[in-house]
């Protein structure tokens, strides 16, 4: 009689890969804290006492901007998948150089805000939590910029292919999470002021 022996490779063991199982915990984490941040807005708006203020065009082309670069880090994700290392490097460079236009975009929006004398540490609660909400959003998005430079990083050394997918589909999946985060947080400043 043949007993089966328990295996001894722990990484075959787990049902979920433990690295995206912290992304799509690190997402719910930002989902709620943003979900916290525009709650609080609503709260706030509904006392009184708020300035709606018109939001500065460039953050409509930080919004453009997002979405090519969605656009872009899913050509990289379909062309790892092909082999295509070429076209994957081209593709996770757009992104990167979309990422810094985000980046640019947002800081030209709250340079308008300043020029306006609407600044963060006023008395104006609209103005605060305008900056607050889009300030945190950005880091998120620093964070996704370090994530697709380590996934070009890993392309050029070779280590992102079809048979090695797990770098560029986490990254593609936190970078649609926040352009879709970015979209949302847009649209809902734009009709609560």
Aim: with cysteine; proline share 2%; glycine share 4%.
């Amino acid at each position: 009689m043949m007993t089966a022996t328990p295996s001894t490779n722990t990484k075959n063991n787990y049902v979920v890969d433990p690295k995206r199982f912290n992304l799509w915990l690190a997402i719910i984490g930002s989902t709620m804290f943003f979900a916290a941040l525009t709650s609080a807005y609503i709260v706030k708006r509904a006392e009184g006492n708020w300035n709606a203020f018109i939001i500065p065009e460039q953050f409509i082309y930080s919004t453009v901007v997002v979405i090519l670069s969605s656009v872009t880090m899913q050509w990289a994700y379909f062309a790892a998948k092909r082999d295509e290392l070429f076209q994957t490097k081209v593709a996770l460079i757009s992104t990167l150089i979309l990422g810094i236009a985000f980046g640019l975009s947002q800081y030209m929006g709250w340079k308008v805000l300043v020029d306006n004398n609407m600044h963060f540490a006023s008395d104006d609660v609209a103005v605060s939590f305008f900056y607050t909400i889009t300030a945190f959003h950005f880091l998120h998005v620093f964070g996704g910029w370090i994530a697709a430079s380590r996934a070009l990083w890993k392309t050029m050394k070779l280590e992102v292919h079809k048979k090695s997918m797990r770098t560029i589909s986490m990254c593609t999946t936190y970078w649609h999470f926040m352009g879709v985060l970015w979209i949302y947080l847009y649209l809902f400043l734009f009709l609560n002021r």
